[in-house]
Structures are given as C-alpha cells and as structure tokens.
C-alpha cells in the first residue's frame, strides 16, 4: 500500500496504529459475538453481510415465580377477612373476583409493550410482577425491562404507549361490570379508605347515582380490581425517566422531555415535602424516581417522525393522569 499523499519520496510510510498493529503477529483482533441477519446471493463479488449483536436469552423461571406469587397475594388480600374467620372456601371465591381481573388488567398492560417491542425487533424481558401480600392492594403492579436505544423515536412511542392503552381496555371493563355488584354503605373503622379519581366517580354516579350523606361506595372486588388498573396505568403514565409516560414524552420532545421530566420531579419532591401528613405515602415512590432518573436515554433515531396521529394520541394519553389519578390513593381510618 502506498502513502502519496503524506509522505515525502524516500520517506517510510506512517500508517495509523490500527493498521500496524493488524500485522502484529501477536495480534488478536477483538471477537463480538453476531448473528447475520441480511446476506446477498452466494459468490457475488460484491457480497456482503449485516450483522448484529445476538439477542439475549430471557429469563422465564423468576417471572414466572413472581406472577404466581402476585396472583396468590391478591387472592389473599381480599380474602383475607374470611380466611381468618375460617372460611376458606368463601375467602377464595371473592379472592378470584379480584385477582382475576387485577392479574387480566396487569397482564394485558405488559404484553402491550413486549408485543410492541417483538414487532420492532427490540429487546423486552418478560414481566416481572411485584407481590405485596402486606398491602390492601396485594401488588405494586409490574414492570419490563426494554432497551430504549434498540428502536427508533417511533418504536418508542408505540412499545411506551401500547402497555397503558391496552390494560385500560379490560380496566373500563371491569370497572363497569364490578359497579353494577357494588353498593352504598358506612366506611367501617380501623379500615381503609380509598380516594376516586375523576373518571371513577363519573362512573359512579352514571351507574349508581348521587352517594347518600355520610356513606361510601362499597366496591365489588370487580371494581376494586378497576379502580387498582386506573391507578397502576396513572402511575405509569407519569412523564419522568423510563416511566411509560416518559417514553411517550421523550418520543414527543425528544431532548427537550429531559428538562420537562426534571422540573415535574422537582415540583412534586416539593409538593410532597410541604404535605408529608397526607401525602407522605408517595415519598418511596420519589425515591424511586430519583435513582432512576428523570432523563430519558436517546434512541437510535430521534429524528424519525412521528406523524401528526401519534403526537395526539401521546397527548391525549398522557393527559389521562387529570382523570385517572388521585393524590390520596389511601387513606387509613383509625378505630
């Protein structure tokens, strides 16, 4: 190989380290594992192939360990009164009535994303659910680990936005056939008491009617189930950090959500600092927030467009939290 251009005649050629240390006899060319995944025909001398890192092997044995745990800790929750009393039979049947639909509406969120991120080619694990038998709720929901620099700005938002929309199908459901079971009564004592966003108290009056002075809804374990799907999505929609809500933000601005999400976390450490008597529930959740970090990893193309459909449809999503979410989720009633 000859150097015309940098090296005088008579001069021995510089070449750049890589290139020398190619002829090293002691060299040892970096291996990267690859699959091939587009190849032309065989013999043409202009044959070539795209490679890519294989995927990762996913892990089954622990997801499926913590799913079974999160469906026997919500069936305990609500049965938990007849269980007790030694009613295990009846404790088991209103158990169902609210794991069952708690675990559809979980497991329909989930499989919104991975199915998004199987059709884009990105790397999803399966989902991981959180058992809390020492919770009224018995579960802190799920979460799926994704890699968000694999897609695009477009498979971002379709993997971030599939999970909340596709758990709210059954959620809706649920919450009406669960309100037609469920009645007015007194808020016992030494009991909890759970706060109505918006949307459930349309539905509340729309099926049950004005409620009475001094009483509550009585949640079926149905509606209960619907009303844990509408906070569990509220959460998520959340436009901080790797949240859904922050996929669906950082695919809408790009950079720009970075700053967004640090001044909505900021604004509600705030918040919560200045309420610590009634809301200082969510202060593990900002914990939580923090260490993962309100800003958004880029993707492998941020300027693929998103088309004036999405940008509404991310709107409209993100703008469910004003309906869907309430400050004071839980409250207890001390005897």
Request: hydrophobic content about 50%; proline content about 10%; some cysteine.
């Amino acid at each position: 190989m000859d150097d015309k251009s940098t090296n005088e005649p008579g001069e021995v050629p510089v070449y750049p380290p890589e290139i020398v240390s190619a002829y090293d006899p002691n060299y040892e060319p970096e291996i990267v594992p690859a699959e091939v995944v587009m190849e032309t025909a065989p013999g043409a001398p202009w044959q070539w192939q795209e490679v890519r890192p294989p995927r990762r092997r996913r892990r089954w044995r622990l997801p499926l360990l913590l799913f079974v745990a999160t469906c026997l800790s919500t069936v305990y929750v609500q049965g938990a009164g007849l269980f007790e009393a030694g009613y295990p039979l009846a404790g088991l049947w209103v158990g169902l009535h609210y794991a069952v639909p708690l675990m559809t509406i979980l497991v329909c969120h989930e499989m919104g994303h991975f199915i998004q991120a199987w059709r884009y080619g990105v790397y999803a694990s399966f989902p991981f659910f959180i058992p809390m038998p020492f919770s009224p709720l018995g579960t802190f929901g799920a979460v799926i680990a994704m890699e968000p620099r694999m897609g695009h700005r477009r498979a971002l938002f379709d993997i971030g936005i599939s999970g909340p929309l596709a758990g709210l199908v059954p959620t809706f459901i649920f919450l009406i056939v669960g309100l037609q079971y469920s009645s007015f009564g007194v808020p016992a004592r030494d009991n909890w008491l759970f706060g109505d966003p918006l949307v459930f108290r349309v539905l509340e009056k729309w099926i049950l009617g004005p409620t009475p002075a001094g009483m509550e809804v009585m949640c079926h374990p149905m509606a209960f189930a619907g009303w844990v799907g509408l906070l569990v999505t509220s959460l998520n929609l959340m436009p901080i950090g790797q949240l859904d809500g922050g996929h669906i933000l950082y695919a809408l601005l790009r950079r720009k959500a970075n700053l967004v999400a640090s001044l909505l976390l900021l604004t509600a450490i705030v918040v919560v600092a200045m309420n610590l008597k009634l809301l200082g529930g969510w202060f593990l959740m900002l914990i939580l927030l923090i260490l993962m970090g309100p800003a958004h990893p880029p993707t492998a193309n941020d300027e693929e467009p998103l088309g004036w459909f999405r940008a509404i449809l991310g709107w409209l999503t993100l703008a469910f939290i004003f309906v869907g979410f309430t400050p004071t989720p839980i409250l207890h009633i001390p005897s």
